[in-house]
């Protein structure tokens, strides 16, 4: 049988709604595929022009700062203001609430959402204080990742919690926080695509020298080492994170290397500007079991976790063993901004890789897993790497993304370039017995990209499956470009208004390093290498 399906927001607005593609300088496609940045209407100025208009009216009219709102960033401001009220409302409400009652399932999915009641209060402050659009959108979009998840857990875990006393439905923060995208985004200057090329060392411009050269050399000179047989500072990742939050202020790179061995752990970081070193992928290897099966989220069943902004990992194998049976298992989960991965593998089966928000960047690594195995709401691309489907259950079909962009202004999406899909070991001798697809819509407003990456025979000649019916089949946006191997053939491609053959040069290069992550400015930074453009 089908593995259970993750949770389907019905909260996105509609279509008829306002807030798609809305602003003085939007983002867009027509028939032929994406069309860039064009002009509009001009920017939001009052809450009738916004997605949810009755929301935004009963929080800003009454607000004794109304009269900010003749101006573009004093409106952008007090409806930011607004649901940054709302959400620490919720918080406290959150942290005051007595659990005892609540069954082991519901206190589980509590936490998540305590945890991320106080994720999306630190992202609203910050796209406040932020004078980039960008980097404000994607903390709002950040946040309303959260308030979806928190609400998944519950479903999830089959849990009897009534969803309508959640704090994030209770206080309208989902539609405040679609309001604030929507605003924020029709304020975007267009962009003019800055400096993007590639340095001579093949790294972006974003990644530091520094870091550049971390990432390049065989030596390592660590803060902290953590070794298995004692000969490190410590033998355990977690024990090192520990003390590396106490020793470093999170301003400046630090650098924790991990000799080769198994380390059974379950790691959750927020440390600033982390960077993990091991000693090559299936050297060393972090690994752990959770699952919902056992009564974990998926949210809290990660392996291996990642809050803290310019996080780097090289040389690392990340995995959940807990096998297609116990559904969804995450092997790693990163909410890291700025972050990036090379030469590391991830490796589970339903749900391997939670490329949970904002934006990421994936370099020469090998994904593991059957269905849904990388998805998320990040922005994210994924380049030269080698993805590899496992044998799922009887009965199952296999998927490799699961995108899940709920607002039709987030600026998400999963983009696969110069990368291979082909069969694991354990798939490959009976890949005929079982459909794989390149992905399906987890929400409303899905977002996926395969360019120039070599698909192999076992992807399935509709390429795409639906989640359930005709969902999100016109609001959601799949696209191939270039693609190679067997199954790239494109003739037989579902006929969904949102799916497109992409033909145009640049309508594809829209989904590359250097303009859907803006990666020129931050990947030379971490050293990962990078192509740019197409």
């Given amino acids: 049988m089908e593995a259970p399906a993750k949770v389907v927001?019905?909260?996105?607005?509609?279509d008829e709604e306002k807030g798609v593609g809305i602003g003085e300088e939007r983002e867009g496609w027509d028939d032929g595929g994406w069309v860039g940045r064009?002009?509009?209407s001009n920017p939001i100025l009052s809450c009738s022009e916004t997605p949810y208009p009755h929301v935004c009216s009963s929080v800003i009219s009454t607000s004794p700062?109304?009269?900010?709102?003749?101006?573009?960033?004093?409106?952008?401001?007090?409806?930011?203001?607004?649901?940054?009220?709302?959400?620490?409302r919720a918080l406290e409400l959150v942290s005051a609430m007595d659990v005892s009652s609540l069954d082991g399932l519901a206190k589980a999915a509590w936490a998540d959402c305590l945890e991320l009641c106080q994720d999306t209060i630190g992202k609203l402050n910050s796209s406040m204080s932020s004078p980039s659009y960008d980097d404000s959108q994607t903390r709002l979009s950040a946040a309303r990742a959260n308030h979806q998840t928190c609400r998944n857990g519950f479903i999830e875990l089959g849990s009897s919690f009534p969803l309508d006393s959640l704090p994030f439905t209770s206080y309208n923060i989902s539609e405040l926080l679609s309001n604030s995208l929507a605003i924020n985004k029709a304020m975007a200057p267009a962009k003019s695509g800055g400096n993007r090329r590639l340095l001579s060392d093949g790294f972006p411009n974003w990644l530091s020298a520094a870091d550049r050269k971390?990432?390049?050399?065989?030596?390592?000179?660590?803060?902290?080492?953590?070794?298995k047989d004692g000969s490190g500072d410590y033998d355990t990742i977690s024990a090192a994170i520990a003390a590396a939050t106490k020793q470093s202020s999170g301003t400046s790179r630090f650098v924790i290397h991990v000799k080769a061995g198994v380390y059974n752990e379950n790691v959750g970081t927020s440390m600033r500007n982390l960077m993990i070193v091991g000693d090559g992928i299936d050297a060393t290897v972090v690994t752990g079991s959770k699952n919902v099966q056992d009564g974990s989220t998926t949210f809290s069943s990660a392996t291996f976790a990642v809050t803290g902004n310019g996080f780097i990992a090289r040389g690392m194998t990340f995995q959940n063993t807990a096998g297609p049976q116990k559904n969804q298992a995450v092997a790693f989960r990163s909410s890291s901004d700025l972050s990036a991965y090379y030469q590391c593998s991830f490796e589970g089966y339903q749900d391997t890789l939670y490329v949970y928000s904002q934006r990421q960047f994936y370099r020469d690594c090998n994904i593991y897993g059957t269905v849904d195995f990388i998805f998320g709401d990040a922005a994210v691309v994924f380049q030269n790497c080698d993805i590899y489907v496992r044998k799922p259950m009887s009965g199952q079909k296999n998927t490799v993304t699961?995108?899940?962009?709920?607002?039709?202004?987030?600026?998400?999406?999963?983009?696969?370039?110069?990368?291979t899909v082909t069969a694991a070991s354990d798939l490959k001798p009976v890949q005929g017995s079982f459909q794989t697809y390149l992905g399906r819509p987890w929400q409303k407003y899905s977002r996926t990209v395969y360019m120039k990456t070599s698909l192999d025979s076992l992807i399935d000649p509709a390429g795409w499956l639906e989640w359930n019916g005709d969902f999100a089949l016109s609001t959601l946006y799949y696209g191939e470009y270039m693609n190679t191997g067997a199954g790239a053939d494109t003739?037989?491609?579902v006929n969904w208004p949102g799916y497109h053959v992409i033909t145009s040069a640049a309508v594809a290069s829209q989904f590359t390093v250097g303009n859907f992550l803006s990666g020129g400015s931050w990947i030379p930074a971490t050293g990962v290498p990078y192509t740019s453009g197409l």
Avoid: C, E, W, Y
Avoid at 9 to 14: D, F, L, V
Avoid at 68 to 75: A, L, M, N, P, V
């Fill in 65 to 88: 700062l109304a009269a900010q709102t003749k101006t573009q960033s004093g409106f952008r401001n007090l409806a930011l203001q607004a649901a940054m009220d709302r959400a620490a």
């Fill in 402 to 419: 699961a995108q899940g962009r709920t607002d039709p202004n987030d600026n998400t999406g999963i983009s696969i370039h110069d990368s």
């Fill in 9 to 14: 927001n019905a909260g996105s607005p509609s």
């Fill in 491 to 493: 003739s037989r491609r």
């Fill in 214 to 227: 971390l990432l390049q050399s065989s030596s390592i000179n660590a803060d902290l080492v953590v070794a």
């Fill in 38 to 40: 064009v002009a509009t």
